[in-house]
């Protein structure tokens, strides 16, 4: 099944909707309506239905899943009466495919590991990534859905896209093995690690980790497909579209560390939460910065991932400019360098 989430405008202002989208008929199903119609088929009035299928769909779909088995169960239950909550796929707004708690982001794909180290430090790639499959977080506040508009901050030259695949959580863990880790996950989606390649080279020093080079946006989406649908994600294809034009061909290889091992590293010491997002890391060529191409504002970014879709994003026209930002203060220890 493929899930994700659209934007519904009511007269209390948007809300958001759990679908399921089946692209081959060009539909969306809205399952908290279709779940509703399935109970008044079974004698339940029109109020109390709506009332349950709300409950059971609300638009948060880290809360959905956070049902577990019956989630999916129910979803199937409220597809009996899809023809009835159906919705034209390219007619509905989309938001980011689901609202995750916490976001984490990998460095797992031994090609662009290399490419990155070589295009921006300019050297071999540092011991360290070798030896733990390392992960940063990311902000919650900036999530962005599929034709969303992604904001060009004013601090950059350099914004650059990055194909990932997103693994959704579905069930909590802790201290996880690799053998254990994959029951955990729920589906996967596309997940573009939006990045300030120039702002990210100044944050890096600073020993923090990605700051305003990361947090300005990530997108998800354009749903999320369940792990039943996916025989295997080593071998996935992958391609990138700037405006129309073919800038890379991706594939899911050449792993450092498997997603079951990301996975289970990010569960140790700490916990999984049902619909948290752990990106797997950039494929190989799956990001600018590898071919040395950069987005300028207007651009439309497309990310395509085999089992998913297609995960579309205009860049903004014109760059935000903050209404305050910091003045550098004086090095202190500029006399002990002479």
Do not use: C
Request: hydrophobic share 40%; glycine share 10%.
């Amino acid at each position: 099944m493929k899930l994700g989430r659209i934007a519904v405008a009511t007269p209390d202002g948007e809300q958001l909707r759990v679908v399921a989208a089946e692209p081959e008929t060009d539909r969306v199903i809205d399952l908290a309506r279709a779940y509703s119609l399935a109970l008044q088929k079974k004698g339940a009035t029109a109020e109390r239905a709506s009332e349950i299928g709300r409950s059971v769909f609300p638009g948060s779909l880290s809360r959905g899943i956070s049902a577990g088995d019956a989630f999916l169960d129910l979803a199937h239950t409220a597809l009996s009466a899809a023809d009835d909550a159906s919705l034209p796929l390219g007619e509905v707004e989309w938001r980011a495919a689901v609202d995750p708690p916490v976001i984490r982001d990998g460095l797992t794909f031994g090609t662009h590991i290399e490419n990155y180290f070589k295009n921006v430090a300019k050297t071999k790639p540092v011991r360290a990534v070798y030896e733990r499959p390392g992960f940063f977080k990311g902000s919650t506040a900036t999530v962005y859905g599929n034709n969303q508009v992604i904001p060009y901050p004013n601090i950059s030259e350099k914004l650059d896209y990055e194909l990932e695949i997103g693994y959704i959580v579905g069930k909590p863990g802790r201290n996880l093995t690799p053998e254990e880790s994959m029951k955990h996950v729920f589906g996967i989606t596309i997940f573009n690690d939006w990045s300030l390649r120039d702002v990210q080279a100044l944050e890096g020093p600073i020993g923090m980790g990605a700051q305003h080079s990361k947090d300005f946006a990530y997108s998800i989406g354009p749903w999320i497909t369940t792990m039943d649908e996916i025989s295997s994600i080593e071998g996935l294809k992958g391609q990138v579209r700037v405006n129309g034009e073919v800038w890379s061909d991706t594939r899911v290889e050449n792993f450092v560390y498997t997603p079951a091992e990301l996975v289970a590293y990010v569960s140790i010491f700490d916990g999984l939460q049902p619909g948290d997002l752990i990106g797997s890391g950039t494929m190989g060529f799956g990001a600018g910065v590898e071919l040395n191409r950069f987005l300028q504002p207007g651009d439309v970014v497309e990310l395509d991932l085999e089992g998913v879709g297609t995960l579309r994003n205009p860049v903004a026209e014109e760059k935000e400019t903050p209404p305050w930002w910091p003045a550098p203060r004086p090095y202190p220890f500029d006399d002990e360098d002479n």
